[in-house]
């Protein structure tokens, strides 16, 4: 019983300091964006996912957003199950309004019955229900971009499109990146 007995409080020094994840702590994840890599209007500082029992919510914080000037947000949503499907999530402004749209990537758009997406003064904020991926009860990972509307017409040169390098007169803003493939690590499912 001796032998136990430096195993236990080594084990209960390290939960005492918080060393271990909870899983409250491993169903959220903070993403951190460099600050003036784009327009101050589209600029990330921050990405927030939760992924809860029944909702996976992606907060995109942009301290100086101004809504006349944004022409959309894209999410792109991963599953870490077989096959990782992937999502996609869009709210663009057009002709007539805000147009969202929900949609597994290689496949047609699809219906989202509780689907959310807000625009606020500090923050865009993306609440997707668990059954519109597929009822899942895995972990998530994403990629998001915000863009301005001269973006979204394509009136910018087109070295910005093909080929955006960060700065503060860029008009998307995305994390990790604004282009390329890559996305967050992945965030638990609580």
Not at 77 to 97: D, I, M, N, Q, T
Not at 113 to 131: D, E, H, K
């Amino acid at each position: 019983m001796r032998r136990l007995a430096p195993v236990g409080a080594a084990v209960a020094l390290v939960l005492a300091t918080g060393l271990l994840a909870s899983p409250a702590d491993a169903a959220a994840r903070t993403v951190r964006d460099q600050r003036g890599d784009a327009l101050s209007a589209v600029d990330i500082t921050s990405l927030r996912v939760r992924n809860a029992e029944h909702r996976v919510r992606v907060t995109i914080r942009v301290p100086r957003l101004e809504r006349r000037r944004v022409g959309g947000v894209t999410v792109f949503l991963g599953r870490k199950v077989a096959g990782r499907p992937e999502y996609a999530a869009s709210k663009v402004r057009r002709a007539g309004g805000w147009k969202t749209t929900w949609q597994q990537l290689d496949a047609s758009r699809l219906r989202c019955s509780g689907m959310r997406f807000r625009i606020r003064p500090r923050s865009v904020v993306l609440s997707v229900p668990q059954r519109c991926l597929g009822d899942n009860r895995a972990a998530v990972r994403v990629q998001v971009a915000v863009f301005t509307r001269a973006y979204l017409h394509g009136n910018v040169p087109e070295e910005v499109l093909i080929d955006p390098k960060p700065g503060p007169r860029l008009p998307i803003d995305g994390v990790p990146k604004a282009r390329g493939a890559r996305m967050t690590p992945w965030v638990a499912y609580r």
